[in-house]
């Protein structure tokens, strides 16, 4: 059941993306019918926030269950008693997940408007509050403490600081201005900080601004799955090749014990100070973070012995992730889908230059994982079967835990090849809200199942490297 209209595209790329979904294969092997209804799914589902939060416990400086424990208090805080679980999972023991209440249908709104822009309003429907750098605009008289009902401007058509705004937007809840609108838009004013506490929001997600920073990390459950499925272990050297934010660097480190070396690399400079202060918080040292461009990752020439940076010699790792740059389109919420086709079609020929680096910079025996966000064929099935035609080195092998779809038909592969892949679908799922009522008598088993499929738009692939051809 729709609460928003379904995600737009740019013309372009929405033709794009629905030849996509229908494809001659996916139509001959599903039929039209089913294989138009699960698009449009597809695209409803991409509009909404997933039914579920996923955090992975720090388990180098804390149990599961302790940090289970003060999430469960922290809930009772934030929700003024309202009963949610904290869920475990049983084929991945260090994460938890919080099923999300929403949509909220039956909110009043009030005529004291704030407009943020979208990326500030899909943050508002995961749970954030909202800061002051993501409003674009407020109603004229809006003081400190009014009563304000927030809305997304999806299609970046507000000016800054306009007093009213007409076009298209979508309401996220009600909140509490932290500040009057003089004081957000004044050229002295604060560029940071809170700007209105959400008391009221569409969908009643926990909070974690300041909460546990240093024993929880917010990840999506297939970005969690991703370095399970490299299983890394301690002593070995790893490689984390385009690594920002540093979720599944601090991820491998921890699976690691702490042990062996996780190189992670990012090829803009902020982003790879996020890595370190995301390794120096979680406690975490065996990660080295360097700003380098993975393309250029591979040295042709022997290098000085002391230095532990980039670029590396051939054959210097025994696993390395490639959660490649992607196109994104499998990330939730997501209502208005701004790049162009030639942005889009973009990735492709990037995903394969950092993947030929890394083939050559793995050991043979060296397991490579190749993971995106995104829904696209060309930048995942279409990669796997140009990897395995221009890579006889390279095998598809099974994943576990494998708790997402086969691959998607279109690129060529085999059903046997198919089924080692994994692509996280939202739509195998109906779109259904979740109320207090319908949670308290959903099994703990059920929501889980439901939790594994009601999630981002995600893909997976896992290779070995036979020899050193």
């Known amino acids: ?23 001659n ?27 579920f939060t996923t955090v992975r416990v720090n388990t180098h400086l804390a149990s599961v269950k302790h940090v289970k424990k003060l999430l469960f208090e922290e809930i009772q805080k934030q929700f003024k008693g309202l009963c949610v679980p904290v869920l475990e999972h049983p084929k991945l023991q260090d994460i938890l997940i919080i099923p999300v209440i929403g949509p909220r249908r039956d909110l009043k709104k009030h005529s004291s408007e704030v407009i943020v822009g979208a990326h500030c309003g899909y943050a508002v429907l995961r749970g954030a509050h909202v800061y002051v750098p993501g409003i674009i605009s407020t109603s004229r008289f809006m003081k400190a403490g009014d009563l304000v009902s927030v809305y997304s401007d999806i299609e970046g058509k507000c000016k800054r600081g306009a007093k009213e705004f007409e076009g298209v937007k979508v309401f996220l809840g009600n909140g509490i201005s932290e500040l009057s609108r003089s004081e957000i838009f004044s050229s002295s004013g604060p560029l940071n900080g809170m700007g209105v506490r959400m008391i009221e929001p569409v969908y009643l997600s926990l909070s974690f601004d300041n909460v546990l920073p240093s024993h929880l990390f917010l990840q999506n459950l297939p970005s969690v799955i991703v370095s ?6 301690p002593g070995e050297r790893i490689l984390d090749m385009c690594a920002a934010p540093g979720g599944k660097t601090t991820h491998l480190a921890t699976l690691m014990h702490d042990q062996g070396e996780v190189i992670a690399m990012d090829k803009i400079a902020n982003k790879v100070k996020k890595i370190k202060q995301n390794a120096e918080l979680l406690q975490l040292n065996c990660i080295k973070a360097f700003r380098y461009d993975g393309t250029k990752a591979l040295s042709v020439e022997k290098r000085e012995d002391e230095q532990e940076g980039p670029p590396f010699l051939p054959e210097s790792f025994d696993r390395i992730l490639l959660d490649a740059p992607c196109s994104g389109m499998g990330q939730r919420p997501n209502m208005a889908y701004s790049s162009t086709l030639k942005e889009v079609t973009s990735y492709q020929p990037l995903q394969r230059k950092l993947f030929t680096v890394a083939v050559k910079l793995l050991k043979p025996g060296g397991v490579l994982v190749y993971s995106t966000c995104t829904i696209t064929l060309s930048e995942n099935e279409e990669q796997v079967a140009w990897a395995l035609k221009t890579f006889p080195c390279l095998q598809l092998q099974p994943q576990e835990p494998h708790i997402g779809g086969e691959g998607m038909r279109g690129a060529g592969l085999s059903l046997d090849q198919l089924k080692l892949l994994q692509r996280f679908d939202p739509s195998a799922v109906p779109l259904q809200g979740m109320d207090i009522n319908s949670l308290q008598d959903s099994g703990e088993d059920d929501l889980i199942s439901l939790a594994n499929k009601d999630c981002i738009g995600f893909f997976i692939a896992k290779f070995i490297k036979s020899n050193s051809k």
């Open 228 to 233: 399970h499925i490299l299983r890394p272990q």
């Open 25 to 51: 294969e996916l139509i001959t092997a599903l039929g039209t019918q089913e294989a138009e209804s699960k698009y449009q799914s597809l695209l409803s589902h991409l509009s909404h926030p997933p039914g």
């Open 1 to 23: 059941m729709s609460f928003f209209p379904k995600i737009s595209f740019q013309r372009e790329v929405e033709e794009y993306v629905t030849k996509v979904f229908r494809n």
